[in-house]
Structure formats: structure tokens, C-alpha cells
């Protein structure tokens, strides 16, 4: 177990709190787990937080924040990231209280994609999850992490290798016909059984272009979905169904500029490659103001 086992936490930084406050309770079913002056944090499960949001105005990830065992694997993968010169920052006791987490290092993936490896996340298991609106059920975290995210990627051979050194294993998993008679290929990693937790080699203007939630109730992606269509958040993608991961979802706009999509029923990775030339069904693109 000395590679990462999870996304176990995500940072953004946002434009405005208040504004997200009420997107992430009132539309998606986060609970707001704690608030600070230029923080936010907001809980999917019984961590302490699954999403950390800071008043910074980039509207843009800050921080993924991957797990490992503890800290013999923490120590084991700051040997491993030296062997492959991989440069990394060991964070101070204040930064990793800060993430409620008992370490941290920071780095960056060859996108400038901004890293953080932990361990030790705070589970507050005196607080029972309370969704920020009603919800037929719950979000699924568990061993698979908060969800999985579509990231910027200069390279995508040089993405995956990276990846690699950090314990992930994946392939190319969608080879996209092109008008050109070329093919645009995406990658996939992961880390434990969710199918995957970064994708990446679509056009993305910002280090992320959405965030994956997955809900254990079919209910829960068509609630969601009405209420995001009846507010001022455009749906960017219509409900439809992947082929990689068979997860039937569909993609909204965030406060942030990028996407939050909502999941159900994903598949367990097969820890096994093959590749796809498109989608199941559905997941029409639908640009915003259009």
C-alpha cells in the first residue's frame, strides 16, 4: 500500500463564499460542515470535510488531496517521488491542521496540476452526516474517496507516468474520432475500486473541468437535476451514460465557472484495460447560454 488509496479531499479557490454556501447545500446536498472567515468546509460522509472552499477569486482548484496508509507510506512515497525526481514540499504542522490531516507534502503533476499527499485525515464520527437538503440517499465515498475529477493535461502519455510513480495504475479508455480522421485520446487512473479518480486529455480552461459526486439512489441524480434546471445554473451536459464506468450522470455549472457532475450506479474497476469510441447514450453537450 505504498502508492495512494484515495482522492480523499478537494480545495478550491472561489470568488464568492456565499454564493457557493448555498449552490453546495441548497442544490447538491452538501452539508456545511464548518465556516471561517475566508473558508468553507463542506462534508459528504463523516470527515471532517470532503471539500474545502478558500476566498482566493482563481475560481479554480487549489489542492487535490490524495491519501495514503499513514505514515510508513508517507515516508516510503517521499523516497519514491526522490528515485523518479519528482521535486515535493514537506508542509508545516500549521498547513496540515489547517487540512486536518497529521501530514502533507505538496507538488504538482506536469500540468501544474497542485498535489497534496496526506495522511491521517480527521473522521468526525460524533457527527452524523445531515445532507444540506433532503436526499433519498447518500453520497458514496468510502474507500473510493470524494469522487473522481476531469483534470488539465498537456501530455497525456507524461500525465499517466507521473501518475504512475504515484501508485495508480490506468490507460487510455476513450479514443475520440475526430473530423481530422484522428483520434483524441483520453486517460484514466485510479487507485482502489472506484473506476477512476483523474481523467484527462479533453480541452480543459481551468486545472479542472468538473468534480464527480456519486449518490447511492437513482433519485437522487434526477432531484438534484430538477433543481439545478429550475435555477440559475445551466445543465452543460444532459443526463446520459458512460461506457468506462457505466455511471449515469449528468453535468452542471458551479458558482466557479467549472462543472459539478452527479453519478449513480458507477461500476467497480476492472483493473483491466480497453477503450471506447464514445458514450453508451446520451450526455449531450449544451453550451452554456444556448
Not at 147 to 154: A, D, E, F, P, S
Amino acid at each position: 500500500m505504498t502508492g495512494v488509496t484515495e482522492l480523499g479531499y478537494v480545495r478550491f479557490g472561489v470568488s464568492d463564499l456565499s454564493e457557493w454556501r448555498a449552490f453546495a447545500a441548497d442544490l447538491i446536498g452538501l452539508e456545511v460542515g464548518g465556516e471561517e472567515a475566508d473558508r468553507l468546509y463542506l462534508r459528504s460522509d463523516q470527515w471532517h470535510h470532503r471539500i474545502i472552499l478558500e476566498q482566493d477569486g482563481s475560481d479554480d482548484l487549489i489542492g487535490a488531496g490524495l491519501r495514503v496508509a499513514g505514515p510508513t507510506e508517507f515516508a516510503d512515497m517521499q523516497t519514491m517521488l526522490r528515485d523518479a525526481g519528482i521535486a515535493f514540499e514537506l508542509a508545516d504542522e500549521a498547513t496540515a491542521r489547517e487540512r486536518r490531516v497529521l501530514a502533507l507534502m505538496t507538488l504538482a503533476d506536469p500540468a501544474g496540476t497542485p498535489i497534496e499527499i496526506f495522511h491521517g485525515p480527521q473522521v468526525d464520527s460524533h457527527r452524523p452526516f445531515h445532507p444540506g437538503r433532503g436526499m433519498y440517499g447518500r453520497f458514496c465515498t468510502g474507500g473510493g474517496g470524494v469522487g473522481h475529477m476531469l483534470i488539465q493535461c498537456r501530455d497525456v502519455q507524461k500525465t499517466l507516468d507521473f501518475y504512475r510513480v504515484l501508485g495508480m495504475r490506468g490507460s487510455v479508455e476513450y479514443r475520440i474520432p475526430r473530423p481530422d480522421g484522428e483520434a483524441m485520446e483520453i486517460g484514466f487512473v485510479h487507485c482502489n475500486d472506484r473506476d477512476h479518480t483523474f481523467a484527462f486529455g479533453l480541452p480543459c480552461r481551468k486545472q479542472v473541468d468538473h468534480l464527480m459526486l456519486e449518490v447511492d439512489n437513482l433519485d437522487d441524480v434526477f432531484f438534484t437535476y430538477e433543481r439545478i434546471s429550475e435555477s440559475q445554473y445551466p445543465v452543460v451536459i444532459s443526463p446520459g451514460k458512460h461506457a468506462n464506468d457505466h455511471m449515469f450522470s449528468f453535468y452542471c455549472l458551479s458558482p466557479s465557472g467549472f462543472q459539478i457532475e452527479i453519478g449513480y450506479g458507477g461500476r467497480p474497476a476492472t483493473h483491466q484495460s480497453e477503450y471506447y469510441t464514445g458514450d453508451t447514450y446520451g450526455h449531450k453537450f449544451q453550451p452554456p447560454g444556448n
